[in-house]
């Protein structure tokens, strides 16, 4: 009967288990479907904001823009954004895979988000600053970090800035990226830009054939230049960071549904085993009664 009493404790244990699980995910799938709404809502944005720079560009020869400038040396700065909290799959994990892989070891950060913050000081990684976005994602609060990682590179602190996040392609699939915000250029050998892979909606080679490209400027193109380049920087902050959101909530749901059918799953094993020791205890009990009427006879 002891064996009995620990299965009953284990299958209760296991039933509170999975209704939390099973909050979670109703939770995580409420706010991922606000989440992929607004990742995808900004996306047709961005990809027009990214041509317009472009066409704007072909005005220009040369490091016409602070921003434009490339530089010789390899001071990176690397925005990272990650989750506040866990559960959530491998997501985190493989951010921080792909950023040991595609960063300079001397790498400086900045972080979004507690999970790859705590990461990149276990690590030794110098972390420059920390921000706290809440959720859903707000314009204004993006808007100073991309601020502080513009004016460090404008500064000359760093020759090169890029973003690690998760881009999300749908539900059950999200990939890390690690991309170069600044300088902005067009494509260059064995290196992807933040408009290359943030919504994955613009290719350079295709834009080029497009027949509508031609603008008229007022004032004139140094203008519009001097103030889409900081409006580009802004927007690809921020359409990082509702990607990577989003594909926090999928993930999380995806893995609270996962345990869920997990418990589940056990919850029967443990059932059946339940049922089968108690059948068997019944047996030998009847046995024994038998047993017993037998030798009174």
Same mark, same amino acid.
């Given at each position: 009967?002891?064996?009995?009493?620990?299965?009953?404790?284990?299958?209760?244990?296991?039933?509170?288990?999975?209704?939390?699980?099973?909050?979670?995910?109703?939770?995580?799938?409420?706010?991922?479907?606000?989440?992929?709404?607004?990742? &995808?809502?900004?996306?047709?944005?961005? /990809?027009?904001?990214? +041509?317009?720079?472009?066409?704007?560009? *072909?005005? !220009?020869?040369? #490091?016409?823009?602070?921003?434009?400038?490339?530089?010789?040396?390899?001071?990176?700065?690397?925005?990272?954004?990650?989750?506040?909290?866990?559960?959530?799959?491998?997501?985190?994990?493989?951010?921080?895979?792909?950023?040991?892989?595609?960063?300079?070891?001397?790498?400086?950060?900045?972080?979004?988000?507690?999970?790859?913050?705590?990461?990149?000081?276990?690590?030794?990684?110098?972390?420059?600053?920390?921000?706290?976005?809440?959720?859903?994602?707000?314009?204004?609060?993006?808007?100073?970090?991309?601020?502080?990682?513009?004016?460090?590179?404008?500064?000359?602190?760093?020759?090169?800035?890029?973003?690690?996040?998760?881009?999300?392609?749908?539900?059950?699939?999200?990939?890390?990226?690690?991309?170069?915000? &600044?300088?902005?250029?067009?494509?260059? /050998?064995?290196?992807? +830009?933040?408009?290359?892979?943030?919504? *994955?909606? !613009?290719?350079? #080679?295709?834009?080029?054939?497009?027949?509508?490209?031609?603008?008229?400027?007022?004032?004139?193109?140094?203008?519009?230049?001097?103030?889409?380049?900081?409006?580009?920087?802004?927007?690809?902050?921020?359409?990082?960071?509702?990607?990577?959101?989003?594909?926090?909530?999928?993930?999380?749901?995806?893995?609270?549904?996962?345990?869920?059918?997990?418990?589940?799953?056990?919850?029967?094993?443990?059932?059946?085993?339940?049922?089968?020791?108690?059948?068997?205890?019944?047996?030998?009990?009847?046995?024994?009664?038998?047993?017993?009427?037998?030798?009174?006879?």
């Amino acid at each position: 009967m002891a064996n009995l009493r620990d299965i009953r404790r284990r299958i209760k244990s296991v039933t509170n288990t999975a209704q939390i699980t099973r909050a979670m995910q109703l939770v995580a799938a409420s706010k991922m479907k606000k989440a992929q709404d607004q990742a &995808l809502a900004g996306r047709d944005y961005a /990809q027009h904001l990214t +041509q317009m720079l472009f066409d704007i560009r *072909r005005n !220009f020869a040369g #490091d016409s823009h602070p921003l434009l400038e490339h530089r010789a040396g390899n001071r990176e700065l690397v925005l990272v954004i990650s989750t506040d909290k866990g559960l959530c799959g491998p997501l985190n994990t493989n951010l921080a895979r792909k950023i040991l892989a595609h960063t300079s070891p001397d790498a400086h950060f900045v972080t979004v988000g507690r999970k790859l913050r705590i990461a990149c000081e276990k690590l030794g990684k110098k972390v420059v600053a920390d921000f706290t976005v809440r959720d859903p994602v707000p314009f204004s609060q993006t808007r100073p970090i991309a601020k502080y990682i513009t004016q460090q590179f404008i500064d000359g602190h760093y020759d090169k800035v890029s973003i690690a996040f998760t881009g999300f392609v749908n539900t059950l699939r999200q990939e890390a990226e690690v991309v170069t915000l &600044l300088p902005i250029h067009g494509h260059r /050998q064995g290196e992807e +830009q933040a408009f290359e892979a943030v919504g *994955r909606g !613009f290719s350079v #080679d295709q834009h080029a054939n497009d027949p509508d490209r031609d603008y008229t400027f007022e004032p004139d193109p140094a203008s519009v230049l001097g103030a889409i380049l900081p409006l580009y920087v802004n927007y690809e902050v921020f359409q990082a960071h509702v990607e990577s959101r989003a594909s926090e909530h999928s993930a999380r749901m995806v893995a609270m549904k996962s345990a869920t059918d997990n418990a589940n799953k056990f919850i029967k094993e443990l059932t059946l085993e339940y049922n089968k020791l108690r059948q068997g205890a019944i047996t030998s009990e009847l046995l024994e009664i038998t047993t017993a009427m037998k030798a009174m006879e």
